[in-house]
């Protein structure tokens, strides 16, 4: 019997903002319209956080250490609250917005842009594990910068390979934690000299705010196409511009409400 199988990661956003890719989903919907969903949990990443951050997959009891969990001819709690069924007045007005025609559950949810106010999960694109090697990072890069680029790995679930050793499942949570500590006391050193900065400058009367972050707009709109042509999405667009992704929905609508006016220089 066909079938139609559709794949993602729950994720999550943890301290300083890294991605944590927690659990594995999938989606399986036959002929005779049977379906199943099944999901696999990354414990490794998962061990990462603490209860500030994650307290669990609604529907799922994650204490019980089950590789896999397989939800079949029962749409799972974390489907049921984050996806609109098919009786709702707007059903067809939100597939259109992702640009579907019919309810495949896992690509809408990596297409929304609506978050479930319930928790801070959300649904990405599904990606192999990767081994990433140290060396082929940027050069250039500060030791702060290469710490928080193995973080982000660690927090993906990649494996990191750094000279002769290797980060992964086994030693994940250690050098996460230890690496996490260095992190974290550059970070707060570094608002802390910030602030008496801004202090000194306040007395001095030379502090003027904090100034906006200037988007490149044609650079916007060339990258806004790409999203809309599905060849990159959205928070990559937003990070390549160095803005937020609430940022970037922003300026959107300012283009969309015709509130920004982009000038063109003529020769």
């Known amino acids: 019997m066909k079938n139609y199988n559709s794949k993602g990661i729950i994720s999550l956003k943890g301290p300083y903002n890294m991605v944590y890719r927690i659990c594995v989903i999938e989606y399986t919907l036959w002929e005779d319209e049977t379906f199943k969903y099944k999901f696999t949990p ?5 061990d990462l956080l603490d209860a500030k951050y994650f307290q669990g997959i609604p529907g799922l009891d994650l204490d019980a250490k089950k590789d896999v969990y397989i939800r079949t001819e029962n749409v799972p709690v974390f ?3 984050r996806v609109p069924q098919e009786n709702r007045e707007d059903f067809f007005d939100l597939l259109k917005e992702v640009e579907m025609d019919y309810m495949d559950p896992i690509l809408y949810l990596i297409r929304t842009k609506k978050q479930y106010s319930g928790d801070n999960l959300f649904v990405e694109a599904y990606q192999e594990k990767e081994i990433v090697n140290i060396n082929d990072f940027d050069i ?3 030791n702060n910068s290469l710490i928080k680029e193995i973080l982000k790995n660690i927090c993906l679930g990649n494996d990191v390979l750094a000279n002769d050793q290797i980060i992964n499942d086994d030693n994940r949570k250690e050098i996460y934690k230890l690496l996490l500590g260095i992190y974290s006391r550059s970070i707060e050193s570094r608002k802390t000299l910030q602030k008496r900065g801004i202090e000194k400058a306040k007395e001095e009367h030379k502090y003027k705010g904090r100034k906006p972050i200037n988007v490149d707009v044609l ?3 060339d990258l806004s196409d790409k999203v ?3 060849k990159m999405s959205p928070r990559s667009a937003a990070s390549e ?4 992704i609430d940022k970037y929905y922003r300026f959107k609508k300012q283009i969309k409400n015709n509130n920004y006016i982009v000038k063109e220089n003529i020769k």
């Not at 511009?241 to 937020?244: D, E, K, M, Q």
């Open 241 to 244: 511009l160095g803005i937020s």
């Open 228 to 230: 809309e042509k599905k």
């Open 79 to 81: 489907i049921s609250e």
């Open 140 to 142: 250039n890069l500060n």
């Open 219 to 221: 650079k916007f709109l």
């Open 42 to 46: 990354n414990y490794a990443v998962i």
